[in-house]
Nanobody, 120 residues
Framework: QVQLVESGGGLVQPGGSLRLSCAAS????????MGWERQAPGKQRELVAT???????NYADSVKGRFTISRDNAKNTVYLQMNSLKPEDTAVYYC??????????????WGQGTQVTVSS
């Protein structure tokens, strides 16, 4: 079993910044892709950003140029640096990781979510 612990959410004014962290622990042979999703009230969950084991990144158009995803493989941790935040970024943010087992199987896990509120 794998546990994901998120931190870093909160209330911030428009134009401000936040940094989310997500640490994975448990039965991990290795981690493949890591990423962040978000869900705003009344809306479907959407992809925010992903990062592969090799460091390749992908972003939703709505956050390109403002958000940066990174990872620390030694700590099994993924980060999301969010700058120039807008009210429409308000959502619950969920991290996810794809874990590889020693037998080559892949499993995807999600964190419990952390609230980000952008408001003046």
């Amino acid at each position: 079993q794998v546990q994901l612990v998120e931190s870093g959410g909160g209330l911030v004014q428009p134009g401000g910044s936040l940094r989310l962290s997500c640490a994975a622990s448990g039965s991990i042979f290795s981690i493949n892709a890591m990423g962040w999703e978000r869900q705003a009230p009344g809306k479907q969950r959407e992809l925010v950003a992903t990062i592969t084991s090799g460091g390749s990144t992908n972003y939703a158009d709505s956050v390109k140029g403002r958000f940066t995803i990174s990872r620390d493989n030694a700590k099994n941790t993924v980060y999301l640096q969010m700058n120039s935040l807008k009210p429409e970024d308000t959502a619950v943010y969920y991290c996810n990781v794809v874990v590889l087992t020693s037998t080559g199987l892949k499993y995807k896990y999600w964190g419990q979510g952390t609230q980000v509120t952008v408001s003046s």
